[in-house]
């Protein structure tokens, strides 16, 4: 359900679903009118919830989250609903959905040969559906409110467990390094590895953001677009929002690059760190990176694990678990210990080794006889 405005005869019209069909309703004078109509279908002046069809409730609702999300986001919700959501209860009316009904869509999804992280992102867009219908059609009671996560299994916390070791030592980042022909790669892959960035945050970065001695990151990019090319939008959270320091050496790194890139005739403060007038592509950066990490003889990892390989060599070095979840920009710092607690572990065992270096000057004649 969204207010539009008619700029050619000046009124405004609201289009909105209603028993699976696009509706649209014109010739509004003032958007306050356009409005009033709008919060009639929500309030059931016009239209009561128990008589509108959970097939043109969800697709009201992915009107309304296409607005506040990646155009990513917004795909996979749909595929989602049009998949499995949908063909499980499109034909009953709201007010005819039972927590019965709720609890055999759960069933359904549980008896598919899917992850519990895909199945759960079904039951969130699900009960989505249900949040928006209490908060814009007031409805009463929520079906599916009740409705509980799936547990991960014993073999997919084994799965992470060992996933979370796919990161690169220093000593094979540096023979990867050494594989990558093109000074704009290695500078970029020198950045990620280094600095702990998110892909779409460093694929957004322009000169403008950098100083000297730290990288701003205000923006992040998405290639998945509704016209299939890439935008610009806000950071994840607020937290990623954040002024990244810079060792001297990668520092002058970049120093050293944007002399170069200085050169280039019409350079602009405004160009991308990495594509110029344009970001990089992503599948041309995996590719650069796949094909550098063969010849190089280490394992593969993506690009997301560059940030992995940050945090657990500062970690395993001994820097402040507070010091690092900012430095990633997390909301949470029980985000980066629940991620990196296999690396806490070790620590812990240095730090009971140390305190037993300390300690030993007493090893002897302590108590008395």
Partial sequence: MAIYQDKKRKTYYVKYYLDGVSNTKRGFRTKKEAKEFEEGLRNGTITKIQNIRFKSLAYDFLSYFKSGVAYGTYQKAKRLIDAVIIPNLHNKCMGDISELDCLKLREFVGSQNYSTSYKNDILWIFKAIFRHAECFYRMKENPAKNIERFRKTTAEKLKRKDKETNIWTEDEFERFLNCVGQDMYKVLFLTLYYTGMRKGEILALKWSDFDGEFISVNKSLTRKTEKGSYEIKDPKNEYSYRDISLNRSLAEYLMEYKGKEMKCIGFKESWYMFGRSKPIAENTLTRVKDRAAKEAGVKRITIHEFRHSHA????????????????????????????????????????????????????????TV
């Fill in 312 to 367: 657990s060599n500062l970690i395993a070095n001994g820097v402040n678990i507070v010091a690092v979840s900012r430095r990633l920009g997390h909301s949470d710092i029980n985000m980066t210990l629940s991620r990196y607690t296999h690396l806490l572990k070790k620590s812990d065992k240095e730090l009971t080794d140390n305190l037993e270096k300390m300690f030993s000057k007493y090893s002897q004649n302590i108590l």
